[in-house]
Structures are given as structure tokens and as C-alpha cells.
């Protein structure tokens, strides 16, 4: 990862036009190639950003000031980051990220999704919990009453971040000729509307879970030992 302080000047073009005048901001960039432009403040939230896949070119502008120039590979979407000054300029190896490890609810609803995959539509079954890939386990593996692969991210409160790890666990795992291809479902007790409209342009399925509902499926009252 590499981080860059600097006064710096953000211009988006493409699906829309976005303008971030000069101030002192916190770049980053991503090992896929993801480039983050954050304030001092507003939380976790970038100011903007451009997603992996994309392409990172430096050079100078006219005026002979450092200029960034992202491109996205699949859309003509740009984003244009003049320089003015730079104030640090460091690079991190982090390394393979183990995950994240679940807890409470979402560790429970996972539990009770792969022993209940219907509820994430009819013929599902589960082929593996916490299946492995590159940069991360994907929550389920799953085969559709058709065979095909499904890969199924949980969360409790589905948001676009959620969206944006499954696909890249998606373009990872279809890059292997025995899984691929692989379609995914992103299950959640909620999903908010930016959620739901990335991952639909995106070709995920949106799963809403009623976890009391899979909690009286699974009561502890009716079983045997």
C-alpha cells in the first residue's frame, strides 16, 4: 500500500462530473491498484476514489505540476489528481489479509445460512463455509440446483463495501476453470438502496435474511441430543 500526503487538486469524469479543489489529502493506493482520496474526517468514507480494475499513470500536467490520471478499464471514467505538493510519500508491503473474522450475529447467521441454504433459494446446498481465495474467505461456497457455482457474502447491514468484497472475490474465483463460472449472492437483514443497485449492476443477487425467522428453524428445543 502507498500512501501519499500532499496539497493536491481532484477532478472525476464519466458518469458524472465531481470536483474536489485544492487542499492537503491523504492518497492511497491499493495493492489492486485502487486509488483512495481521503479528508481529515468523514469517517472511514473516501472523498472519492476509483475502484479496481483500473490503471494509475504519473507524468506533469502544463504547468509542469505532478498530475495522477486513473482510468478505469471497463468504463471511460477517469480521475485526475493534480499535485501541488507533496508532503510524504510512503510504500507498505501488508501482505495477505487473513479476513475478517466474525462475531455475535453475523458469525451466528452465517452458522444457521449453510445449515439452512434454501434459505438462499430453492436447490442451494452447501459445498464449503469460509472458503479461501487470494486476498480472503468468502462466507459460503455454494452449488445451485443447476450445479453452478455460488460464492455468498453475509453481513448484517449490507452496504456498498460489502458489495465491492464479493466482487472481488467473484473476479478471483472465476479466474479458476474448476469453479467458473461462479454467480454470488449477497445475503444481509438489511441492504441499503446503493447496495442493492451496485450489486444488481453487477449481476449479484440481493438476499434479505430474517435471522429470527432462521433462528426458529434451527431451535435448540426440538432436537434430539
Not at 504547468?63 to 485526475?80: C, M, N, P, S, Y
Not at 450475529?105 to 433459494?121: I, N, R, Y
Not at 449477497?186 to 435471522?211: H, M, N, S, W
Request: net charge negative.
Amino acid at each position: 500500500m502507498r500512501l501519499v500526503i500532499a496539497r493536491c487538486q481532484v477532478d472525476y469524469a464519466g458518469r458524472l462530473a465531481a470536483h474536489l479543489p485544492m487542499a492537503t489529502r491523504l492518497l492511497m493506493v491499493k495493492a489492486d491498484g485502487s486509488v483512495l482520496v481521503h479528508a481529515d474526517g468523514g469517517s472511514y468514507k473516501p472523498l472519492n476514489w476509483m475502484s479496481h480494475p483500473c490503471k494509475l499513470i504519473e507524468g506533469f500536467n502544463d504547468e509542469d505540476q505532478v498530475e495522477w490520471i486513473v482510468a478505469a478499464h471497463k468504463t471511460e471514467d477517469t480521475l485526475r489528481i493534480t499535485i501541488e505538493e507533496i508532503f510524504q510519500d510512503t510504500a507498505h508491503d501488508l501482505g495477505v489479509d487473513p479476513g475478517l473474522r466474525k462475531d455475535g450475529v453475523e458469525k451466528h447467521l452465517q452458522e444457521l445460512l449453510a445449515e439452512h441454504t434454501t434459505a438462499l433459494g430453492a436447490g442451494m446446498s452447501l459445498v464449503r463455509r469460509e472458503f479461501m481465495t487470494a486476498i480472503g474467505p468468502v462466507d459460503l461456497l455454494c452449488k445451485d440446483a443447476d450445479g453452478g457455482s455460488v460464492a455468498v457474502e453475509i453481513k448484517r447491514r449490507g452496504d456498498i463495501d460489502g458489495v465491492e468484497q464479493l466482487t472481488r472475490y467473484l473476479e478471483l474465483m472465476n479466474r479458476d476453470p474448476a469453479l467458473r463460472p461462479v454467480r454470488g449472492i449477497f445475503a444481509a437483514q438489511e441492504i441499503k438502496p446503493q447496495a442493492r443497485t451496485l450489486a444488481v449492476d453487477r449481476g449479484i443477487f440481493c438476499v434479505l435474511v430474517d435471522y429470527d425467522a432462521l433462528r426458529g428453524i434451527d431451535d435448540p428445543s426440538l432436537r434430539l441430543f
